[in-house]
């Protein structure tokens, strides 16, 4: 296996150039090292009401508090959906991916729900997103099957609560004496269809939809791994941990082990290694996401 870092690097060009097609596998560590963070200055600054009166720490642990009333509960998750979705521009780190498979054949399976993917420009049509998306509702049944977009009411929420206020026809955020932990109770997103409360659209247990957008990228992933079976297929993974293995990392590993044209390049600051029967097959990377992907383009 290849140790040095400039010689994987260069390694890693000669695979990509030479690919017929590239499957990307993204998870939550791309969007961490892009600069995104869940607690620290960024939470201190959104949510220092939450901290104060609740004890919250972080949002992703915020996103499991047993709130009292929904009105709570809705002003916490739109701020987190603001911050992480319709606040977000896109990214130097999507964007420097998005240079690196230029004109390939790719596609993309992320467990990422941030949106960052179409912020960068990529096309809608190679993406699966397995684990929901930030910018929808769902039954909290459910009821149906049917996802619904949250942008209009999401920032309604803010706006109640006093996190948002408008100056000179824009939006901006509001001095955090003025806000509150609550949302007006006719903001609570109801199902049209039972009238029970919507909830996020994320993979949390057996209640998450997986709606007839969910299906179809489902299919195009499943026809672009038919059409790349026994080409050149590079596969870059990216910030894919241990919570959902069995999503990407694996099904990766099993691919560059079965198929003899398939390589893997893992991009991976806590988990840089594989099985020993794909070593050879295989590029590890533990150093800094952003100067590898610059140096690969």
């Not at 508090?65 to 979705?85: D, L, Q």
């Not at 991916?97 to 399976?109: A, C």
């Not at 706006?159 to 949302?183: C, P």
Request: hydrophobic letters at 35%; charged letters at 30%; glycine letters at 6%.
């Amino acid at each position: 296996m290849i140790k040095n870092y400039e010689e994987k690097i260069k390694s890693a060009r000669e695979l990509l150039k030479d690919a017929d097609y590239i499957l990307i596998g993204a998870g939550a560590g791309l969007s961490t090292a892009g600069g995104f963070e869940y607690g620290g200055e960024t939470f201190n600054k959104y949510f220092a009401d939450f901290k104060d009166k609740y004890g919250l720490t972080d949002m992703y642990s915020g996103g499991f508090y047993p709130f009292k009333t929904e009105e709570e509960k809705w002003a916490f998750w739109s701020r987190m959906v603001y911050i992480n979705r319709y606040k977000s521009k896109a990214n130097d780190l999507y964007l420097s991916l998005k240079e690196l498979v230029g004109n390939k054949n790719y596609f993309i399976i992320t467990t990422n729900v941030d949106h960052q993917f179409q912020l960068a420009g990529f096309d809608k049509d190679r993406l699966f997103y397995t684990q929901g998306d930030y910018g929808l509702f769902q039954c909290s049944v459910p009821c149906h099957d049917k996802t619904y977009d949250n942008q209009d009411l999401v920032f309604n929420m803010l706006k109640s609560q006093g996190f948002l206020k408008e100056v000179n026809g824009e939006l901006v955020l509001n001095d955090r004496k003025n806000r509150r932990t609550k949302i007006d109770k006719s903001l609570i997103p109801k199902c049209p269809v039972c009238s029970r409360n919507m909830e996020m659209n994320l993979r949390a247990g057996d209640r998450f939809v997986q709606d007839t957008g969910w299906y179809e990228h489902a299919k195009m992933y499943r026809e672009f791994l038919e059409k790349s079976k026994d080409k050149k297929l590079v596969l870059i993974e990216i910030g894919v941990g241990y919570n959902t293995p069995a999503i990407i990392k694996y099904p990766f590993e099993q691919m560059t082990y079965l198929d003899k044209n398939t390589h893997l390049i893992r991009i991976n600051k806590d988990y840089a290694f594989c099985p020993e029967e794909i070593r050879d097959k295989t590029l590890l990377f533990n150093e800094d996401t952003s100067k590898i992907l610059t140096d690969l383009t």
